[in-house]
């Protein structure tokens, strides 16, 4: 198994298939990019701090959203597109199995078992913290009035913040935090 590959052939894979509910208004898909190479971002200093698989969490974060386009339940759903797209890779049957748990249970909500689950929980939730809550609230606005939407918004981001649980995620969350509510409740 050449991780690398893998992991190349990954990165490839994401950015070949957005899913169209991540995709502006103006066609644009930057946010979308900016959120899973966030959270391989965050995902590979979390598993650094606490001796994580650092190719389970990599692999993972670039998978984690693959099936958004089937809204609340997207999380199982990238999980199935990842089996299948992980199936033509030479990888060792314990190690696939913690990728797809980790992109299963990425969601709020969901109840981990490993530090690398965890970690993605965290990075997913750290850079919505940083970035992504402002596409969040773009797509709200589209079906909501502004109120409503920044409402949604910022529950959305305690959320977010509630399902980090590792120190270091949360005090990475935290930095972004008080930029994310003043931002959230000025935006028009």
């Known amino acids: 198994m050449d991780k690398e590959v893998i992991i190349q052939e990954s ?8 899913p169209k509910s991540r995709v502006e208004k103006n066609g644009s898909y930057d946010y979308y990019l900016r959120h899973v190479l966030g959270v391989r971002k965050y995902a590979l200093q979390l598993a650094e701090r606490y001796n994580a ?4 969490v990599e692999v993972a974060a670039l998978l984690h959203d693959v099936g ?3 809204g609340r339940e997207h999380a199982v759903e990238s999980a199935k597109i990842s089996i299948e797209f992980l ?32 970690i993605i929980q965290d990075a997913d939730g750290i ?32 959320g977010m ?4 649980k590792t120190e270091e995620g949360i005090k990475l969350a935290k930095i972004h935090l008080v930029k994310c509510f003043e931002y959230l409740k000025t935006a028009y």
């Open 11 to 18: 990165e490839k894979f994401f950015k070949e298939n957005i």
């Open 53 to 56: 698989d650092k190719f389970v």
């Open 87 to 118: 199936s033509k890779f030479d990888i060792l049957d314990e190690t696939k199995e913690k990728i797809i748990k980790c992109i299963e249970r990425h969601s709020m909500g969901s109840k981990v078992e490993s530090i690398e689950e965890q």
């Open 127 to 158: 850079i919505f913290i940083e970035d992504t809550y402002k596409f969040y609230f773009g797509k709200g606005k589209e079906k909501l009035s502004l109120e409503e939407a920044r409402k949604e918004a910022m529950e959305k981001a305690e």
């Open 161 to 164: 913040l509630n399902k980090i």
């Open 68 to 70: 958004s386009d089937v």
